[in-house]
């Protein structure tokens, strides 16, 4: 799968953005979705992750009630909805995907076991 990122780019402190994730290919749905972010000098994290199915959630405690991971298997596209932004939240994005190899995988945030990822997108909170 290919993923290709977009929606970032400069905002000031308390906005919002809205991060998107297109997927190639036809079995987007087999694909449990997640975002990571790297500021500079700074080793990659998790954000937030997503369930093939859309049913299950985990995010950062970092961004947790800020931030909200949402996917749509029609478009294949997974979306981060970033509220209340703060200037450590400055970051290039990526979306990662991680093929879903049985029914009762969990969701995790483990990045090693994400195996496509996308080109990053910027992020930039201004104070």
């Known amino acids: 799968v290919q993923l290709q990122a977009s929606g970032g780019g400069l905002v000031q402190a308390g906005g919002s953005l809205r991060l998107s994730c297109a997927a190639s290919g036809r079995t987007f749905s087999s694909y449990d979705m997640g975002w990571f972010r790297q500021a500079p000098g700074k080793q990659r994290e998790f954000v937030a992750a997503?369930?093939?199915?859309?049913?299950?959630?985990d995010y950062a405690d970092s961004v947790k009630g800020r931030f909200t991971i949402s996917r749509d298997n029609a478009k294949n596209t997974v979306y981060l909805q970033m509220n209340s932004l703060k200037p450590e939240d400055t970051a290039v994005y990526y979306c990662?995907?991680?093929?879903?190899?049985?029914?009762?995988?969990?969701?995790?945030?483990?990045?090693?076991?994400?195996?496509?990822w996308g080109q990053g997108t910027q992020v930039t909170v201004s104070s």
């Open positions: 997503v369930s093939w199915s859309g049913g299950s959630t």
């Open positions: 990662a995907a991680r093929p879903r190899r049985s029914i009762v995988q969990p969701i995790t945030q483990a990045m090693g076991l994400y195996d496509y």
